[in-house]
């Protein structure tokens, strides 16, 4: 079937097409924008002047052409309005105000206080919010998006479940607290599929289309990237391999709430297999610090060998073009074991992928807040 555009929906696009142009491009004439873009000067000429209107553009000075009166400049008004994005962690929930060209006007990181869940995380998160957009002085009518990330599960914007020893909030209520502050759209996603979007926007994942992000830390996730885009599976559980199989004599007689896998390899194990029973103490055991013992060292190096086989195993089913390793525990080992791992992939994989880590320290889960809100407003219709 063969859809005719309407006037108005051929006007929309190519506003947008200007709009976006500009984005990309910079600063440009109606000119070089007629012959760039290939419309009409009259087409480019009426829309800019709509665009000018409604402040999506600005015209920002004098152009360069050495002939004539000097052509005036448009420039996209990244300052039209702002978005924010909200990275929620175990130990820390981080904020992101940026404009609508990705630049952070300011960034907050605010500790996740003892005991502090439910009521009172939705409390203190609402409570920063405000804050961060009071400090601005923008004025809560300019944020256009939110993007909230949350440790769980997310199906059609709304969580389905939680993974084991997250955080856990009411969702619902964190939506309406937030909502008495702006009017803005309030979007929700899974923390590592926005881990795995920040690393592809402004991290070691800028190069590639097809890849698996791997968030390791309190928690154990992974984000698959099929074609650029998040593939979340019919639950919007994709990526859940903390419920992997790894090894037959610990498969589950009855389903316990946490993964197979994630209890072999979870921070929690690895804390209290080590004698100081803190995650810490890992750091001194691979470096042969104070309280090596070969019983700590066997711990470390089984967990190494089932992450390991996890690489294997993604690599068998999807041959992404890169693996990115993130989380605090995820870099650790990798200091120590990627040599092992890139060995391990070699010898049971016919080819490759490449297995790096992430270089943003911990802000590619914000930073895929912040696009994702960013997307959002991109893809808003053109108002009337």
């Not at 109606?30 to 000429?45: C, G, H, N, Q, Y």
């Not at 992000?213 to 593939?231: C, D, H, K, M, R």
């Not at 890992?282 to 060292?297: A, C, D, S």
């Not at 190096?301 to 605090?328: H, K």
Request: aromatic share 8%; hydrophobic share 40%.
């Amino acid at each position: 079937m063969i859809t005719i555009g309407t006037p108005e929906s051929i006007g929309e696009a190519n506003k947008k097409l200007i709009l976006n142009h500009l984005r990309f491009k910079g600063d440009m004439s109606r000119a070089d924008l007629t012959r760039e873009i290939k419309m009409s000067f009259p087409s480019v000429s009426s829309n800019i002047r709509y665009l000018l209107e409604k402040g999506y553009i600005n015209e920002v000075g004098a152009g360069d052409n050495s002939m004539g009166r000097k052509a005036k400049l448009l420039s996209f008004n990244a300052r039209r309005g702002f978005v924010i994005g909200i990275a929620v962690g175990a130990s820390d929930t981080r904020y992101m105000l940026a404009d609508l060209l990705g630049n952070s006007l300011t960034t907050t990181v605010r500790p996740t206080k003892e005991k502090e869940n439910g009521a009172r995380l939705v409390k203190a998160i609402t409570a920063m919010t405000k804050k961060l957009i009071d400090d601005s002085g923008i004025g809560a009518k300019n944020i256009l998006a939110v993007c909230v990330g949350i440790p769980g599960v997310v199906r059609d914007n709304e969580r389905t479940f939680v993974t084991p020893r997250v955080l856990e909030f009411p969702f619902s209520e964190l939506r309406a607290s937030l909502a008495t502050l702006f009017p803005a759209e309030i979007l929700v996603e899974n923390d590592v599929n926005l881990g795995a979007i920040g690393e592809m926007w402004r991290g070691a994942g800028t190069r590639y289309t097809d890849l698996v992000y791997i968030g390791y830390s309190i928690g154990f996730g992974a984000a698959v990237v099929l074609n650029g885009q998040v593939y979340k599976g019919v639950d919007g559980a994709a990526g859940e391999v903390g419920f992997m199989a790894v090894d037959p004599r610990r498969l589950n007689q009855r389903f316990t709430g946490m993964g197979s896998l994630e209890s072999l390899i979870s921070e929690k194990h690895i804390s209290s297999s080590l004698a100081a029973g803190d995650v810490s103490e890992m750091v001194h055991v691979l470096r042969g610090g104070k309280g090596r013992n070969i019983r700590e060292k066997r711990v470390l190096d089984e967990v190494a060998q089932y992450f390991g086989m996890v690489l294997i195993n993604i690599c068998a089913l999807l041959n992404p073009q890169a693996i990115i390793v993130s989380g605090g525990i995820g870099r650790i080992l990798g200091e120590h074991f990627a040599t092992m791992w890139e060995t391990m992939l070699k010898n049971h994989l016919p080819f490759t992928s490449e297995l790096m880590f992430s270089r943003l320290d911990g802000r590619e889960q914000l930073l895929g807040a912040a696009y994702t809100a960013l997307q959002h407003v991109y893809n808003a219709p053109i108002t009337a």
